[in-house]
């Protein structure tokens, strides 16, 4: 399961069945992030940072890196 904290940046996981939860290093500078969504591959998300155009990132789980979705 994936959660933004109250008064943390980044995003964290914990296990579904339970156990720590953990910061997602590679988020770990996301902060007021608009939507996101998570899929089977990673997560989309879209930060109240970005100006104009505005960018849809993918966070991947395989690469551990975040690219580029769409600029709109």
Same mark, same amino acid.
């Given at each position: ?11 964290? /996981?914990?296990?579904? #069945? ?12 996301? $902060?007021? &992030? ?12 879209? /930060?109240?940072?970005? #100006?104009?155009?505005?960018t ?8 551990? $890196?975040? &690219? ?5």
């Amino acid at each position: 399961m994936y959660y933004f904290k109250n008064n943390a940046t980044g995003l964290w /996981s914990v296990p579904v #069945t339970g156990g720590a939860e953990v910061a997602v290093p590679e988020l770990n500078g996301i $902060r007021n &992030t608009r939507s996101w969504g998570v899929i089977e591959r990673g997560i989309f998300f879209h /930060s109240k940072e970005d #100006t104009s155009p505005q960018t849809i990132r993918f966070f991947s789980f395989v690469t551990r $890196r975040i &690219t580029p979705f769409v600029t709109v």
